[in-house]
């Protein structure tokens, strides 16, 4: 079996002393290829360093990561852009409004969000979103923008079943699944064992969010297998199958090409 890791964030320095074995071990076990969202203008060099060394592996995508809207976010985004007319992106990401913490900066968060969706738009590429605590106002600026026009991801997806029916309005939208599936106390198994597998994406978000049982841990491609058999389990189908619709649901959604394929 294959399956492609589509939200990982392997370029950070929690890998500088074993990226290249956390490679290598990801690809032994199965996983075909990783999508890489940048987090602001400092993550934009050790991203593409990595997709340079691993072309065939690593597909970049490129954006502003709403908790890194600070007063220096106009230039963030002028650079930003900047890098998006130098090489070839699968998407732009990672892009959102996160409240969890701090909501001084939500003009802020919004105004960025609302411009990387109409880069989106312009580019026509899907976008990978990040919402905390403010799926409200991502919708907003989803329908303000234009939601017929754009196509994407939320996410790491942990709301409710209200909110995946407003995605499923949005009818371009999948959701990513990562760690969380596997918590004891999460509450997706249910929203999601009436989810459209077409609707469906695997991720990691590493090295955040170890699935169990290595919860706890700094996360890694190669743990995506935990969440796959979760959700083949909540699902009841077999793991082949859910490697089959992820991989083809990702191919459809990002630009990547795989040389398997």
């Not at 969000?113 to 106002?137: K, N």
């Not at 064992?193 to 077409?198: H, M, N, S």
């Not at 077999?238 to 191919?251: D, Q, S």
Request: proline share 5%; aromatic share 8%; with cysteine.
């Amino acid at each position: 079996m294959k399956i492609i890791d589509t939200h990982t964030h392997i370029y950070l320095e929690a890998f500088d002393e074993d990226r290249g074995q956390v490679i290598r071990t990801a690809k032994e076990s199965g996983i075909e290829a990783v999508l890489l969202p940048n987090i602001d203008a400092s993550t934009i060099s050790p991203l593409l360093q990595l997709c340079d060394t691993e072309p065939d592996f690593a597909f970049p995508m490129m954006g502003l990561h709403p908790t890194s809207i600070d007063h220096t976010y106009v230039s963030q985004l002028k650079t930003i852009e900047s890098a998006l007319t130098q090489r070839n992106y699968c998407g732009i990401g990672e892009i959102g409004i996160d409240l969890y913490r701090d909501k001084s900066r939500l003009k802020e968060q919004k105004i960025a969000f609302e411009e990387q969706l109409r880069w989106s738009i312009d580019l026509r590429l899907p976008v990978a979103i990040h919402t905390r605590e403010a799926f409200d106002e991502i919708l907003d600026s989803i329908h303000k923008v234009g939601a017929s026009r754009l196509r994407g991801v939320f996410h790491c997806f942990d709301g409710t079943q209200a909110d995946l029916d407003e995605i499923k309005r949005l009818n371009s939208f999948k959701i990513g699944i990562n760690g969380i599936l596997t918590f004891k106390k999460s509450h997706l198994p249910e929203i999601i064992g009436r989810t459209p597998v077409e609707m469906l994406l695997l991720e990691t978000d590493a090295p955040y969010l170890a699935p169990s049982p290595y919860r706890g841990k700094r996360n890694e491609p190669l743990f995506l297998w935990e969440t796959a058999k979760k959700l083949a389990s909540v699902l009841d189908i077999r793991p082949e199958n859910v490697a089959a619709h992820t991989k083809k649901n990702t191919l459809e959604l990002f630009n990547i090409q795989i040389d398997s394929l």
